[in-house]
């Protein structure tokens, strides 16, 4: 039997300042400048069947956020303001908890360029990602490592000045062999939804 299907294609318009794809993700650096967009729900608009568990948490936005600014992406969020203009506090919580993080690791985003690699892990199994700004590379810890001292992998890091965790002045303890970084956590760190490590000098 002939397949009915029908599926509508439209060309990609030959100009344009960046591409900005809906509920993007990519799994490497992307050349040219991009723009993920997406709703703190399913929808960009106000819409009476969302329910709270259609609504994007504040880790996982932040996680989304730092993916995409790692592969050379921008974020941009749609909102569904109620008729009367508010926003529900459903949709504020993930835009607060994204705030309150970049309060904190603000220099890790901010005027950053992708570095060489975008993602990886630990040998520990932590999913990481990468940003560099000026000689500094940023580590992004998606979650807390289960040991304090954790080594990262596939990345060749030979020569840091220093390695600092965001949010905490402390000097961190680091060393390097055949080119593997490992560093070791302080005895107590903040819960967060993504920590960020600076590797001072490493992009020099």
Do not use: C
């Amino acid at each position: 039997m002939p397949d009915d299907k029908k599926e509508l294609a439209f060309p990609a318009s030959p100009h344009y300042d960046f591409r900005s794809p809906e509920y993007a993700t990519f799994d490497t650096v992307v050349t040219e400048k991009w723009e993920s967009t997406r709703g703190v729900g399913h929808s960009f608009a106000a819409n009476r069947n969302e329910r709270p568990d259609d609504i994007v948490t504040a880790t996982e936005l932040i996680r989304s956020f730092v993916d995409i600014v790692s592969k050379n992406g921008n974020l941009l969020i749609g909102i569904g303001p109620d008729p009367d203009g508010t926003i529900p506090e459903v949709q504020q919580a993930p835009l607060r908890g994204l705030g309150e993080w970049m309060a904190v690791n603000r220099d890790a985003v901010i005027g950053s360029r992708p570095w060489t690699t975008a993602a990886g892990t630990t040998f520990e199994g932590t999913q990481m990602r990468y940003t560099r700004k000026g000689s500094d590379v940023f580590a992004f810890l998606l979650e807390l490592p289960g040991t304090r001292r954790f080594t990262l992998r596939g990345v060749d890091i030979r020569d840091v000045d220093g390695v600092e965790l965001l949010g905490d002045p402390a000097a961190l303890d680091f060393s390097t062999i055949d080119g593997r970084l490992s560093v070791e956590l302080p005895p107590q760190v903040p819960v967060s939804a993504t920590y960020v490590l600076r590797l001072a000098g490493v992009a020099g």
